[in-house]
């Protein structure tokens, strides 16, 4: 059985701009709640459960009360980090390995003391290698998609083997030295 609230309002609303992603978002999970209760009969008490569920779920804690026991250091969880990311950026889209990663590295960094600056520039360097690197490789098929037939994809995989290369170095240079990317924002204090 379809279900027309939920793709045509939700989809439709973001591409007509009628509303934002966060309304359209509300909407479908809406949508879903009313779904799960018309076809599985989905209980107060059920409903209960999964929000307490959700609600006491502390993996984002517990990891950074795992790192601040292990004693990795500063550099031992940057290295997770770089590791984490650049297996996802293989598979994943930028997006989906923030709302992945972030609310489980986030209290990691903040139990070694890292400045959140720093953090989040290496991390966007971490997704943009992920962006270069196949079998996702979406800057790769875009760049296919604009010279058609005319480049084989892996002439273009082959070139990005460069810009993954300067990329990689960007990431040593910060990690080495995190002045780098601390330097502006300091002087916007």
């Known amino acids: 059985m379809a279900y027309p609230c939920v793709h045509p309002r939700v989809i439709g609303g973001i591409y007509s701009g009628l509303t934002i992603a966060t309304e359209a978002a509300a909407f479908g999970a809406s ?29 984002p804690q517990f990891m950074g009360g795992l790192v601040a026991t292990m004693d990795l250091g ?23 390995i923030i709302l992945i990663t972030l609310p ?11 400045d959140m600056i720093w953090m989040g520039m290496l991390v966007v360097m971490l997704l943009e290698i992920g962006l270069l690197t196949p079998p996702v490789g979406l800057n790769a098929f875009a760049v296919k998609t604009v010279v ?10 082959r070139g990005l083997i460069w810009f993954i290369a300067v990329d990689v170095i960007v990431v040593a240079l910060l990690i080495a030295f995190p002045e780098i990317s601390l330097y502006l924002p300091g002087k916007l204090e």
Do not use: N
Request: charged share 10%.
């Open 74 to 96: 500063l550099y031992g969880v940057i290295f997770f980090m770089v590791i984490i990311y650049l297996i996802l950026g293989c598979f994943l889209d930028p997006i989906g």
């Open 31 to 59: 949508c879903a709640l009313v779904i799960a209760w018309l076809r599985s009969g989905l209980t107060a008490e059920d409903f209960h459960q999964s929000i307490v569920d959700t609600l006491h779920s502390g993996l």
């Open 148 to 157: 058609g037939d005319a480049v084989p994809l892996s002439t273009i995989l």
């Open 104 to 114: 489980i590295l986030l209290p990691m960094w903040k139990a070694v003391g890292a």
